[in-house]
């Protein structure tokens, strides 16, 4: 490989790095919905899966239940994160073409 394959080869890595930026920023104003018992509770997480806010309806709210709520909260909880993971992992895949690099989100 010459020394001008390597320099194009730097400036094309030195390209993707800054275009998987601007998609980590751009994910982060991104959100996502999981919901759990026919939409009783919600959760909101952002692309980066980050969990920005939970509604709960109060009819679910029961003293004498509190695991059912404990339940519906992990449900939604975890689709609301596999959901940002799979943004996550559809936006970097269109800059990066489905590779992965050592360093890079």
Same mark, same amino acid.
């Given at each position: 490989?010459?020394?001008?394959?390597?320099?194009?080869?730097?400036?094309?890595?030195?390209?993707?790095?800054?275009?998987?930026?601007?998609?980590?920023?751009?994910?982060?104003?991104?959100?996502? +919905?999981?919901?759990? $018992?026919?939409? &009783?509770? %919600?959760?909101?997480?952002?692309?980066? =899966? /980050?969990?920005?806010?939970?509604?709960?309806?109060?009819?679910?709210?029961?003293?004498?239940?509190?695991?059912?709520?404990?339940?519906?909260? +992990?449900?939604?909880? $975890?689709?609301? &994160?596999? %959901?940002?993971?799979?943004?996550?992992? =559809? /936006?970097?895949?269109?800059?990066?073409?489905?590779?992965?690099?050592?360093?890079?989100?």
């Amino acid at each position: 490989m010459s020394t001008g394959d390597l320099g194009g080869l730097f400036q094309q890595a030195q390209k993707m790095q800054k275009e998987l930026k601007a998609v980590q920023e751009d994910l982060k104003q991104r959100t996502v +919905l999981g919901e759990s $018992g026919s939409g &009783l509770v %919600k959760v909101y997480a952002n692309g980066q =899966q /980050e969990v920005l806010k939970i509604e709960i309806d109060p009819k679910v709210v029961d003293p004498d239940d509190v695991e059912m709520l404990e339940d519906l909260l +992990l449900v939604a909880v $975890g689709q609301a &994160l596999e %959901k940002a993971k799979e943004l996550s992992d =559809q /936006e970097t895949s269109r800059v990066t073409g489905g590779m992965s690099f050592p360093g890079m989100p």
